[in-house]
């Protein structure tokens, strides 16, 4: 009886062990992933104020190429530009960090994976932070533009209506409506991601996307009046990506099952000629 409970014991101490190491290796590349997420914080809040003006230069082309004199942004409480600040580095230091945090995760995920499984996954994590910069850069050299144009068409001078309607745009309302903006079509354009790691696991297939194409395109512009300002060029121009790129899911997913169906053949072919290299063997 107790070398039974000793056994016991001893099985528990030993399935613990590796549980336990497992959670410092996660806590060691959590940690430098942390530590380079600071200083990209630090490096960020130093330039704060020149990314801030790099965000706020689409307003200010669209002041100059309507004659505007003297634009300007304002802030109403005394601590709006700090925090405005802040978070400007914030979101910039989380930009600049996730490959590293991606990497971490990764590389403490790819002992557990098969060679197949590492040489699948490796490529998606490299179109992660690329899709999403090409999201951030549509909306960016595109959208704002043509938003941004559109916003300001509504001011009018005092000689119109006997009095002036004119833009005074707080320093934190025009950041979160430009984060929100980036976030939204960064994220729309990890759908191929999304849909082909669905696909890879079985969980969705070419086909099945097909059939559901129709709905896609509703959930397509219903998620872009969501997501974006009340303005018909926001909306258009987040919805069509999201259905090209779900076009594109298709295509990759199609491309994927007729690769696994070579695959499939070609081991299935090998299985039938050692089979039948057996039974000569045999035979003889």
């Known amino acids: 009886m107790n070398n039974i409970k000793n056994n016991k014991e001893s099985y528990i101490e030993d399935s613990r062990a590796p549980l336990v190491s497992h959670l410092i290796e996660l806590r060691d590349r959590l940690k430098w992933a942390v530590v380079f997420f600071f200083i990209s914080f630090c490096f960020c809040y130093y330039f704060a104020t020149d990314i801030y003006n790099f965000l706020v230069n689409p307003l200010y082309r669209i002041y100059m190429e309507k004659g505007i004199d003297n634009p300007r942004m304002i802030y109403t409480a005394l601590t709006e530009a700090f925090f405005t600040y802040l978070k400007v580095s914030f979101y910039g230091a989380l930009f600049i960090s996730f490959p590293v945090l991606a990497l971490q995760i990764y590389k403490f995920a790819a002992p557990g994976l098969y060679k197949d499984e590492k040489k699948a996954f490796l490529p998606f994590l490299v179109a992660t932070p690329v899709l999403f910069s090409l999201g951030a850069a549509l909306v960016y050299y595109f959208i704002f533009p043509l938003a941004w144009s559109f916003f300001l068409g509504f001011q009018t001078e005092t000689a119109t209506l006997g009095m002036a309607i004119e833009l ?22 990890q759908i191929p991601v999304a849909l082909t790691l669905l696909s890879r696991a079985g969980i969705v297939t070419s086909n099945g996307l097909k059939k559901r194409r129709k709905y896609a395109i509703v959930i397509a512009f219903l998620v872009a009046a969501i997501l974006t300002p009340p303005d018909l060029i926001s909306q258009i121009g987040l919805g069509i990506p999201i259905i090209i790129l779900f076009e594109i899911s298709i295509w990759l997913a199609i491309l994927f099952e007729k690769k696994k169906k070579e695959k499939t053949d070609k081991e299935g072919r090998g299985n039938k000629s050692k089979k039948t290299i057996g039974e000569t063997d045999f035979s003889e």
């Open 168 to 189: 005074e745009a707080k320093v934190n309302e025009y950041l979160s409506l430009v984060l929100k903006l980036m976030f939204a079509f960064g994220l729309a354009f």
